[in-house]
């Protein structure tokens, strides 16, 4: 009986001394990230301009992107994070190229995601990938815009579901911090906007937006 107590006495401490060399990689389970870069938007189809246009295509110049997240490791390899931010980009041709006028595209994410990693303490590189879903809130500003001898200005948000995938890679700068850059998918559902009090005035497909930041995290 003896012999027994010593050997389960043996595997408890080997275990406790197991599980408080590995506290350090797991005891910071809270996190804060946050990026900042630049976008590009895909065209997208322009389906209504306060009637229907087949064929017709919004082009966009390259934007900026700015977010910020705040999640929780719930295990070494895995963490979720919500997610907002800012996206923006102006529109370069609207149509066949016959629009006169400025406007913009402006998107607002509200993410859920769910974050694969590989952060140990022997490693000093943060390899990850990801993806999310959840709302976009979608704003469309029109400054004197006449297409198809119809005038439009003001502008408009809407709300519709938003997905999207993610990777990147971080170099520690000590335990807490770390600093790197990450390439952003996101693609929303078709939008439509009122104005002028005409309910779905405006109208365009899927939008696609690719992000590219720079990014900072803190552990907690």
Sequence with gaps: MGKNIRSTSWISGSLFCL?????????QNFYFNADAGGT???????????????????????GVRFGAAGGYNFCPIGGIE????FMHNTVRRLGSGTGNGDAELSHVPLMANLVLRYDQGNCPVIPYIGAGAGG????VNLDHVTFNSVFADGSDATIQFAWQAFGGLRYKLNDKMSVGASYKYYRTDPASWEFAGVKDGIQIGRSEVHGFMVEFNMKF
Excluded: H, Q, W, Y
Aim: glycine letters at 8%; proline letters at 8%; a negative charge.
């Design 19 to 27: 599980t408080m060399a590995a506290a350090p990689a797991f005891s």
């Design 40 to 62: 590009i938007a895909k065209d997208v189809n322009l389906r209504s301009f306060f009637g229907a246009t087949p064929g017709e295509k919004v082009k966009f110049d390259p």
């Design 82 to 85: 919500f997610e907002t931010g």
């Design 136 to 139: 976009d809130i979608s704003v």
